[in-house]
T-cell receptor, first 113, second 109 residues
Framework: KQEVTQIPAALSVPEGENLVLNCSFTDSAIYNLQWFRQDPGKGLTSLLLIQSSQREQTSGRLNASLDKSSGRSTLYIAASQPGDSATYLCAVRESSNTGKLIFGQGTTLQVKP | DVKVTQSSRYLVKRTGEKVFLECVQDMDHENMFWYRQDPGLGLRLIYFSYDVKMKEKGDIPEGYSVSREKKERFSLILESASTNQTSMYLC????????FGPGTRLLVL
């Protein structure tokens, strides 16, 4: 059974720092991996999606990488800002048919001014 | 922009009541999903649907049912609400990227 783990559970950094969030999964047979952001009490916003055949995706200050063979993905945030404070979740999709996602527990990020 | 809306942001119900949570998407997506999110447990899939009148159980379907009569609307039904169904309920839709609604925070007293 696929399991997704995110470490650390919480992270606090000063503004301007570059940081890396980690996601690992137990079964490398995935269809894609997606990173989401969730603000307190709100729904999830998709940040980046990496297909299983891709190594990385970039959007602005965000860069997500995928190493299927080792079961790992990282989300790199450059020049962090207080507005980046949120919970970041990764999710893997195993099949192209159903679209079912398996989520990690998330990393709660606080960026201090 | 894709829009996924949920009928209520906050809901308070009594034990034993029948509860309907509605989700509507405007992008003609075939796949729609219902999750619940609890502290320490993360997001867990309750039910999903990949077409009208089609449904599949997720990881925690007990105590829930769903209805998909039209492509744009996916309803989650709590047949007899219980206190352990107090949670944040999130609806999503999408073929590749999943787009989420704002969530419904349900309190069952």
């Amino acid at each position: 059974k696929q399991e997704v783990t995110q470490i650390p559970a919480a992270l606090s950094v000063p503004e301007g720092e570059n940081l890396v969030l980690n996601c690992s999964f137990t079964d490398s047979a995935i269809y894609n991996l997606q990173w989401f952001r969730q603000d307190p009490g709100k729904g999830l916003t998709s940040l980046l999606l990496i297909q299983s055949s891709q190594r990385e995706q970039t959007s602005g200050r965000l860069n997500a990488s995928l190493d299927k063979s080792s079961g790992r993905s990282t989300l790199y945030i450059a020049a962090s800002q207080p507005g980046d404070s949120a919970t970041y979740l990764c999710a893997v999709r195993e099949s192209s048919n159903t679209g079912k996602l398996i989520f990690g527990q998330g990393t709660t990020l606080q960026v201090k001014p | 922009d894709v829009k996924v809306t949920q009928s209520s942001r906050y809901l308070v119900k009594r034990t034993g009541e029948k509860v309907f949570l509605e989700c509507v998407q405007d992008m003609d997506h075939e796949n729609m999903f219902w999750y619940r999110q609890d502290p320490g447990l993360g997001l867990r899939l309750i039910y999903f649907s990949y077409d009208v009148k089609m449904k599949e159980k997720g990881d925690i379907p007990e105590g829930y049912s769903v209805s998909r009569e039209k492509k744009e609307r996916f309803s989650l039904i709590l047949e007899s609400a219980s206190t352990n169904q107090t949670s944040m309920y999130l609806c999503a839709s999408g073929p590749r990227t999943q787009y989420f609604g704002p969530g419904t925070r349900l309190l069952v007293l």
